[in-house]
């Protein structure tokens, strides 16, 4: 049985003063990862620790969780930027919805142009508040961040190796000599004014 680590949420700002913190979900079944018991394990500050939910809440479509062992505001704001991952049996998940896939699962397939051409190898996803940007490294090593919305990623096939792109125009063009910036001015004496 294969397993997957999967980001369930990363930990935001601290919420109050007995150590609740918003959380931004990466996941889209919340209540069943979420729920009071879930332990996760988690590095902080080079030290292992385990961060038990008790509860969580959703108030204006943000979610917010206390954790058993979080204690007050200070230790919450130590947890910013921590994600929350969760290993998860990949065929159950498969069963689930055949279509669905995991960040972990695209690093290193190739992206191909939606006519053929070879664009790279995606070197990662990063998440952003507006979206996620799938990060591609390109044949001559530049990377290049490419928003991970349907319009731009129309297919993502696992089974072949595949992401198919429909970037905007220029994105991947490599810069021509001339246009690559200046070279940066080391030597030359500075001109002093009479």
Same mark, same amino acid.
């Given at each position: ?15 109050? %003063? ?15 990862? %979420? ?25 204006q479509d943000r979610w917010y969780a206390v954790f058993e062992e979080v204690a007050d505001r200070t230790d919450a704001e130590s947890l ?77 096939? %696992? ?36």
């Amino acid at each position: 049985m294969s397993t997957l680590d999967v980001i369930v949420a990363t930990i935001g700002r601290a919420h109050g %003063l007995r150590g609740e913190v918003a959380l931004t979900l990466r996941t889209d079944q919340p209540e069943d990862r %979420l729920q009071p018991g879930a332990a996760f394990d988690v590095t902080v500050g080079g030290r292992e620790r385990t961060l038990t939910v008790v509860r969580t809440r959703l108030q204006q479509d943000r979610w917010y969780a206390v954790f058993e062992e979080v204690a007050d505001r200070t230790d919450a704001e130590s947890l910013r930027g921590v994600d929350l991952v969760l290993e998860v049996d990949e065929d159950e998940e498969a069963d689930e919805d055949p279509d669905a896939w995991y960040p972990s699962q695209l690093k290193g397939l190739a992206v191909r142009h939606v006519d053929g051409r070879e664009l790279g190898t995606v070197a990662g996803i990063e998440h952003y508040p507006a979206q996620d940007l799938l990060v591609v490294r390109t044949p001559d090593r530049r990377r290049v961040q490419l928003p991970l919305v349907e319009q731009l990623v129309p297919e993502v096939d %696992l089974e072949a190796g595949v992401v198919t792109a429909n970037p905007p125009g220029g994105l991947f063009d490599e810069l021509p000599e001339d246009e690559q910036g200046p070279e940066p001015e080391t030597s030359r004496p500075a001109r002093k004014d009479r």
